[in-house]
């Protein structure tokens, strides 16, 4: 028990080591030839990253970063279950559907289906309308 201990110490205080060695190079790097700040020494990197991690990071506990449950590890198992069997009773229409609408969400900033169905046969007949225009042309500066 306590050479685990004795291991884990070391194993945090070596990545505590090389991480505030990392910062301490990439600042004098980047951050000093761009902005004109002083350089860092490695007291100061260490120093740096325990700020960063008492802002962002909280202390003594894993960020979620906004999200309920974190990384999707500590969800409750019976919502889990609940999931499981609402997509198992899915038809493949409507799970295509909802993964269509998932996506959306996520990457067309909240535009409906019909939305984005509707830009893309526009964002086709546009680019139909250029490839029509340019071959016309090709074929003018031929004859």
Same mark, same amino acid.
């Given at each position: ?12 205080? *070596? @990545?505590?080591?090389? &991480?505030?060695?990392? $910062?301490? #190079? +990439? ?9 004109? *700040? @002083?350089?860092?020494? &490695?007291?100061?990197? $260490?120093? #740096? +990253? ?94």
């Amino acid at each position: 028990m306590k050479r685990g201990i004795i291991k884990l110490l070391f194993f945090v205080t *070596l @990545a505590l080591a090389c &991480f505030s060695a990392i $910062v301490m #190079l +990439l600042w004098n790097a980047v951050v000093v030839s761009i902005f004109g *700040l @002083a350089a860092i020494n &490695f007291w100061q990197a $260490v120093g #740096l +990253l325990i700020l960063l991690r008492i802002l962002f990071g909280g202390i003594g506990r894993k960020p979620n970063w906004g999200m309920p449950g974190g990384f999707g590890n500590h969800i409750h198992e019976n919502v889990r279950e609940k999931i499981r069997e609402k997509w198992m009773k899915m038809s493949p229409e409507k799970r295509r559907e909802f993964m269509l609408r998932r996506k959306c969400q996520r990457h067309w900033m909240g535009m409906t289906v019909e939305e984005i169905n509707e830009f893309f046969s526009k964002l086709d007949t546009d680019n139909a309308d250029d490839v029509d225009n340019s071959s016309s042309e090709n074929n003018d500066g031929k004859e």
